[in-house]
């Protein structure tokens, strides 16, 4: 066999130092796979490197699926105070949602449809910044939140609503609530909803319009003594009529003392008084002469004057009469009706004959001191909201809305929408 001769590789001069490189950057990166990065070694001791990145992808908070909208859109500007604002949430259900005026007021409203949805239970005010602040939650637990802000409209005109009787008045079991407004109001059931008569004892209590400016409410029957009624006005932000808004919000309590309806019979002259349905006296009255007679129907006490000047040109009668000082005069219609003591007329006609101009009269002394007249007798007995029904009396009964004496209507017709 022949010999070989093992020969050294020769190499390129600068090669050894390139394969020294190689082998030393070969090690290094085994070094590194296997000793983890050192990069989040600070919490870990750097073998477990790899496992705590993971552990806290796993513990951070997942992104939500949750999609919270709010109408009106972000800084709208004249937007309508009812029917415009809702909350909704898609993909979640909603946890609270905050609404506040810009003097930090909440509005009141419930979160309804599952969590699906919110709205105001109420109007918003006019010409108010309003923030929204909603929060809902996806199925996994993540969470979404909005932020907006609108303004609601700017009122061309505003309306209040006049109201009787007032606040913490004790009146008789034929008290209306009556509500006068100062700008004619085309949205009725607008008004309807935002205004509220309770009572304890509870009662049915409907209110029916008069044109379009007045509204009286009343239950079917009379109030029951005693009976503590209250009235709510939610009107602030309400639209009345186009561009006209309430500015309105308060509550009005009053009270029923007792029951009293007195019964003028014209045909007899006389008057019965009842108190809690028991009669207590009878007083001998004069009515309305013929050609000028007194309105039959229930008739309610509104209002009360020592004296009152009384002048015919009025109501009709130029020239026929002008008092200065009718004593003890109880009005019952808006027209002139009144029930009064009377100083001038023969104390025989009280009882036996009908001279008025149509008013109720009860004999009297002038100057309203006499403490022995029927008229100071029953003008001490008497609060606003008493009831005087006259009958017999050669009239039509007294219109429903002259005066707060809706008694006069069926109780049917009064519920209908008026």
Known sequence: MGRYELKPIRTVPGARKTILALVIGTMMLVATACGGNDSN???SGGKNGAGATAQDSASASPVSKAVVSVTPKDGADGVETSGVLKVTAAKGTLTTVVVKDSKGNKVDGAIAGG????????????????????????????????????????????FIGYYTPENGQTVGTGMEVSLNFNHAITDKKAIEKAVKVTASPAVDVVG?????????????????????????????GVKGASGTYGTQSKDVHFTVGRSQVSIVDAAKD????????????????????????????????????????????TVGYQGQYDIPDVPHAM???????????????????F????????????????????????????????IIGDVVQVKNSNDKTVAWYNGLNGWNMDWSDWIKAS
């Open 41 to 43: 070694s600070g919490s």
């Open 115 to 158: 969590g699906t949805g919110w709205e105001p239970s109420g109007t918003l005010a006019a010409n108010t910044k309003y923030t929204v602040d909603a929060t809902a939650k996806d199925s996994a637990g993540g969470t979404t939140t909005k932020h907006t802000t609108f303004r609601t409209v700017t009122p061309k005109a505003t």
């Open 208 to 236: 029916h319009w008069y044109g379009n400016q007045r509204i009286d409410f009343r239950p079917k029957n009379y109030w029951a003594a005693g009976t503590k009624i209250t009235l709510s006005l939610h009107l602030n």
């Open 270 to 313: 006389t008057m019965k008084v009842y108190r809690s349905g028991k009669l207590i006296k009878t007083v001998p009255i004069t009515s309305g002469a013929p050609g000028k007679t007194t309105y039959n129907g229930k008739m309610v006490i509104t209002e009360k004057y020592k004296t009152k000047r009384m002048d015919g040109a």
């Open 331 to 349: 009005r019952l219609t808006t027209s002139g009706t009144f029930i009064h003591g009377n100083y001038w007329a023969s104390s025989s006609v």
């Open 351 to 382: 009882g036996s004959s009908n001279v008025s101009h149509g008013c109720v009269g009860l004999r009297d002394t002038k100057g309203a001191n006499d403490t022995s007249t029927p008229a100071y007798w029953f003008y001490t007995n008497s």
